[in-house]
């Protein structure tokens, strides 16, 4: 059975440090909704690798250029949650 589901901030930052790891001195665990992710230490590349992540585990398509105008946690979570995650 497939049911949506929403992806927290929570799993992002899982995802953030499985796929690039975390920069000496950034903590992922504190408010980071609003912090660009360059200031979090993740270029262009570190969040190609975040999508595809996400795209694997919860069967989601997200296009390339949307993934470039979501330049923070939470607006990367927006476009993820409208893409209408789910699992299985």
Not at 8 to 15: F, G, I, Q, W
Not at 25 to 48: E, H, K, M
Request: cysteine-free.
């Amino acid at each position: 059975m497939t049911t949506q589901t929403t992806v927290t901030l929570a799993d992002l930052t899982r995802m953030l440090r499985e796929s690039a790891g975390e920069e000496e001195g950034v903590d992922l665990d504190g408010d980071v909704l609003d912090t660009s992710f360059i200031d979090l230490g993740y270029d262009s590349l570190a969040l190609l690798q975040v999508i595809g992540l996400i795209q694997r585990e919860y069967g989601i398509t997200i296009p390339d250029d949307a993934v470039a105008d979501a330049e923070t946690p939470g607006a990367l979570l927006a476009l993820v949650n409208a893409s209408g995650a789910t699992t299985d």
